[in-house]
Structures are given as structure tokens and as C-alpha cells.
């Protein structure tokens, strides 16, 4: 007999819970505080990536940060502040940036990309879904040897792992993308990886949901949690209180908020990102990331996105047009040929991603609260992870073997 779920959250990651949940035969009514049409899961890169099997918390990260911080233009900017959320947070992500945190990190990132990556794949099959999806692979571009290097012995890594990765020469790179023109050294290549246009995704999966039975309710906050013994017995939102048996929280950067009020702890930090769309014939056929500028290019369905930097400076919407010059002018240095009009970057959008401080997400239960399931903390790799991340909410709460092991996703975690 199916159970009454609550899913506070309508990003990619709450929309696939709310399908998975629904597909295990639960009662789902899903709650977001927005319209659901912006945001995170809309202004991505649309990567499915297997290739970024390390966390972002690795090895001479905080070093970059702490140079970048007076850099308002650089790939991670870490806007200082006297917050105590933020302070735990930069200490915890200190103490992350070690090899042995990232030996332990890199199987649970690559276990759950790799399942997300089959599971859309399944989901493509299914009919009423007609989303762009296609497994180009991913190059890895560099301008600088020191970069290149770097990269050479990632791909050396991923081979390891698994993965389908290798370094590849210009002539090679020349035959791969043979329109376009590319200034580079030299770069890998990442067959592994897949890609999407992200609005197309939610969309489609929106109106399954819809039309599945599953109660969306737009426009509405979740301000409260009410709790007895342990238990959540209900949430209250600004228009309504709702009852169910059992709550996932999937509110992105928004969901340490709630989780504050049930005395867990999650330290998480939004991290802004940005996208630049161009309608303009690129003859980019194949996704890249410009690696010196950490800027992802994407051949999406009728357009070519441009998205990049991390900027770690709270809860904000902010446009900051020095950032979106930043990423205009890493594409045009890697491909010479583009021209992004001033239009184009005054339609720059962003999105918070919802960082930890250790590179992996929170998904399971906390001992705080017996029937809250957590799904949060994805920072860039929330579409990379979204399906295996929703298909895991759903074994937990049918009380069924999970996928995976979930030991280190653990929202009470040690960090």
C-alpha cells in the first residue's frame, strides 16, 4: 500500500524523487516555493558526467580559493563573511581538500553518475518523453601545458576507474570537431559522457507527473515543520498545512534552512552559477569545458549554452556582470569564430547550486527525524546525479535495498 509523500523541492533532483516515488505507487504532492521555471536545474550545463568523478573539494582547491578571492572574475570567488554557517562551512571544506578524502569520494561520485547517466537513458525510452539527450562524450580543453598535464593524468585516473576517457592530439581533436574553430595546446576526451537541454527534461517530466496523479502546488513556501517524537507530522506553508507519512527535502541551497528546525545540522552553501545562451551557428557539435576558465560549452537543442564560475556568496539572484564577461571572454579565446552579442549577455541567467563542504551530496535518512529523507548538497553535479539521486529516495522510503551504498552520501555524516 502506497505511502503519503511530501516532496519539498521542484528542481530536477525533487521532480525525479517525486517520480521514482510515484512509480513505486506512493501518493506524492510536491511543494515548491517558485514557478518553477528557473533556477539550478534550468540554467546548467546539461552534462550527464561520469568524468567528474572527483570532488570539488580536492587537493590545493582552498589554495585557489583563497588566490582567487580578490579576483571578482575568476572561476571560484569565495566572498568572505562574518557568518557562523559559513565560517563551519569553510572549515569543513579545509579539512576535505586532503587525497585521502578524494580516494574515498571518487567511487561514490562515479557510482552514482553512472546510474543517473542508465536510469535517463531508461527514462528516454519511456513514452511521452522526447528530451534532447544524445552520449557525444565530453573534451577537456587546454591552452597551457601545466593545465594539459593535469588533465592528461585525470584521464589516466579515469581510465583506472573505468571510464572511457583519453588524451587526444589536435589532428584528432580536428577530426572531432572539424567546424569550428578551436585554440588550444591540446585536450582529452571523455566518451563516457552524455548530454541534455535541461528546460526540455523538466518540462516533460513536470507534465508526467501531472498527469500521473502527482499534486504540484507552485508558489508555495514551506515555512515551517510541524514535529512530534521525532516525527515530522506535518509541514505548513503559507497558505495550507499538509499531512503525510513521510517528507523529502530537496530545496537545493534552500534546504539547511528547514533542516535547522528539526535540530540537524546540514552545512551547505549556495554556489551561483551562470549561463549564457547564443542562437547564433557556433558548428560546436560536441560539449567542452575550457579548463583554465572551468567554463562549460554545450551544443544544446537549437541553441549553444556558455556556463561557468562558482560564486560562494549566499542566497542571492544577483546578476554580476563582471562574472558574465569572465565566461564571454574564456569562449571567445578558446573559439575564436564566436561572437556573443550584448543581447546575449544581458539574457544571462543564474542558478544556486547547494554546496557541502566535502563534494558529495546528502541522500538518506538522518537519526534526527525517523521519516525525513534528505536529497540535497549536489552543488555542480545535481543533473549528473538528479535520476540515481531520485531513484535512491524512492528505495528508501519503499523500505527496499538501496542501488547503492549510501553510507558516504549520510546526511550525518562526519565532515
Known sequence: MGKEVI????????LCSAYYLKKEG??????DQSNMDSGASYVNAGYLSPSHFIPLSAPGVMKKGLKWMFNPSSPLYIKPRLD???LQWVMAFNRSCNPNHVKKAIPAIKGLTLLSQELYDDIKQENHFNFHLEKKGLL???????MLEE???TAELAKLEGLDAQEISLSELKTLEPQAKINVL????YKCDSHSTPHEFMDEMKSWLLNNGVTILQNEKVQDLE????????????????????????AGSWSTILSKKLGLKLLLQAGKGYRINTFNKTNITLPAILAEAKVAVTPMNGFTRFAGTMEIAGINNNINPVRVEAIVKAVTNFYPDIHVSEEEKKEASSGLRPVTPDGLPYIGKSKKCKNLTIAAGHAMMGWSMATGTGKLVSEIISDKKPSLQLSSFSPDRSI
Open 7 to 14: 516532496v519539498i523541492g521542484g528542481g530536477v533532483i525533487g
Open 26 to 31: 506512493h501518493h506524492v504532492t510536491l511543494i
Open 84 to 86: 557562523k554557517d559559513f
Open 140 to 146: 577537456m580543453l587546454c591552452q597551457t601545458q601545466k
Open 151 to 153: 588533465e592528461v593524468k
Open 186 to 189: 591540446g585536450a582529452t576526451y
Open 227 to 250: 514535529v512530534d517524537n521525532g516525527q515530522i507530522v506535518s509541514v505548513i506553508t503559507n497558505k495550507q498545512k499538509l499531512k503525510a507519512d513521510e517528507f523529502v527535502l530537496a
